[in-house]
């Protein structure tokens, strides 16, 4: 089932739970596409914000901190240093393979944890993190490798919903919006330290790899 094709929630839950092993403080290597660079997803983020910031029931994800999250690695105090930078080099390897290629963003939609622009079309983003995947097999073996590889949905979150409550007056706010979309080129994924302290995702910048080593 595609995510346009999902029945929208009718209830809203918190997304700011701590899931297990997070904690204050604790930070999270994950690989993930960032738009620094990206002009028309900052505008399209900056179009909803006025509505998002009139419903409490929301935090919306600051310009800086958009993101398409790829495939995470493992809590920053769990791992060690020499394989992570041995997996950054055998993804140096494996992305150089690929090509760079544009992607659509949006409309957004409500789901029970956030506001979420699908992005489309999945088939290049999905070749991208099979070459991560790949890589952290690559030094850990295949066993090893974090996460599932069945079930992810690639999309860009406008907001977080920070309580519990009914989805209805989100819904009705968001279809009271024109839809909007806008394209990304993708040319790269970094690798990044991440933290939820703020009830944000922010993080540092580890290493950016290039998508076919350009």
Same mark, same amino acid.
């Given at each position: 089932?595609?995510?346009?094709?999902?029945?929208?929630?009718?209830?809203?839950?918190?997304?700011?739970?701590?899931?297990?092993?997070?904690?204050?403080?604790? /930070?999270?290597?994950?690989?993930? +596409? !960032?738009?620094?660079?990206?002009?028309?997803?900052?505008?399209?983020?900056? /179009?909803?914000?006025?509505?998002?910031?009139?419903?409490?029931?929301?935090?919306?994800?600051? *310009? $800086?901190?958009?993101?398409?999250?790829? &495939?995470?690695? @493992?809590?920053?105090?769990?791992?060690? $240093?020499?394989? *992570? %930078?041995?997996? +950054?080099?055998?993804?140096? &390897?494996?992305?150089? %393979?690929?090509?760079?290629?544009?992607? !659509? *963003?949006?409309?957004?939609?409500?789901?029970?944890?956030?506001?979420?622009?699908?992005?489309?079309?999945? %088939?290049?983003?999905?070749?991208?993190?099979?070459?991560? $995947?790949?890589?952290? @097999?690559?030094?850990?073996?295949?066993?090893?490798?974090?996460? *599932?590889?069945?079930?992810?949905?690639?999309?860009?979150?406008?907001?977080?919903?920070?309580?519990?409550?009914?989805?209805?007056?989100?819904?009705?706010?968001?279809?009271?919006?024109?839809?909007?979309? !806008? !394209? +990304? %080129?993708?040319?790269?994924? /970094?690798?990044?330290?991440?933290?939820?302290?703020?009830?944000?995702?922010?993080? $540092?910048?580890? +290493?950016?790899?290039?998508?076919?080593?350009?």
């Amino acid at each position: 089932m595609s995510p346009e094709e999902r029945p929208a929630p009718t209830a809203m839950r918190d997304h700011w739970w701590w899931r297990p092993g997070w904690s204050l403080g604790r /930070s999270f290597y994950t690989w993930h +596409v !960032t738009f620094p660079d990206q002009p028309g997803i900052h505008q399209l983020a900056d /179009s909803y914000a006025p509505m998002l910031t009139g419903l409490p029931m929301l935090d919306p994800v600051p *310009v $800086r901190w958009l993101h398409l999250t790829m &495939q995470g690695l @493992g809590f920053t105090d769990e791992l060690d $240093r020499d394989d *992570v %930078e041995a997996i +950054v080099q055998a993804a140096e &390897q494996r992305l150089i %393979e690929l090509e760079p290629f544009t992607v !659509t *963003v949006g409309p957004p939609r409500v789901d029970p944890e956030t506001i979420h622009m699908p992005v489309q079309p999945v %088939e290049p983003l999905h070749r991208l993190r099979a070459g991560i $995947r790949q890589a952290i @097999g690559d030094i850990w073996g295949t066993d090893r490798v974090p996460e *599932v590889a069945q079930g992810w949905r690639p999309h860009v979150s406008l907001a977080y919903c920070n309580a519990t409550g009914p989805a209805e007056p989100i819904a009705e706010a968001l279809a009271a919006q024109p839809a909007q979309t !806008t !394209t +990304v %080129e993708v040319t790269a994924v /970094s690798l990044i330290e991440l933290n939820r302290d703020n009830k944000a995702y922010e993080w $540092r910048d580890v +290493v950016a790899v290039a998508v076919g080593g350009r």
